[in-house]
């Protein structure tokens, strides 16, 4: 089995999809990082601010990670995502089943805590394609 360790480390934090295509076969994509939040591979990803994130969080839902997954602080991926304005990942995310309702421990939810250009995409008003290409 591989080590959790660099799939939620170098490799998802710099959305090296090729890397992570390598160790998401041999490792549990939901596997929590245990020295820090108990963050799992897809919250890195989420709030890493690399142009391939949205690949590399393509390949983690695919491969079965729980959109969902959530921090010791509750947060879920797509408070990480909403909080840094990324909204191709928010679409991605929400493509994928990710609740914008569930709260963080402060009782804050992702819409809550959304950066504005994210805001009309967790409210579903955004004028954008509602599909993003994967290459």
């Known amino acids: 089995l591989g080590d959790p360790k660099l799939l939620n480390g170098s490799a998802c934090r710099n959305g090296d999809v ?9 490792v549990n994509v939901n596997a929590k990082d245990m020295a820090g939040r108990k963050s799992t591979p897809l919250h890195f990803a989420a709030g890493n601010g690399k142009k391939s994130s949205v690949a590399t969080i393509h390949l983690l839902l695919c491969q079965g990670a729980d959109p969902n997954a959530r921090d010791n602080w509750n947060y879920t991926p797509l408070h990480e995502a909403a909080i840094k304005g990324k909204i191709d990942v928010c679409i991605v995310l929400l493509q994928h089943g990710a609740d914008p309702n569930i709260r963080n421990t402060d009782g804050k939810s992702a819409l809550d805590l959304a950066d504005p250009s994210a805001k009309a995409v967790l409210t579903g008003q ?3 394609c509602p599909f993003v290409m994967f290459f």
């Open 18 to 26: 090729s890397r992570v295509k390598r160790l998401v076969d041999s």
């Open 126 to 128: 955004s004028q954008r």
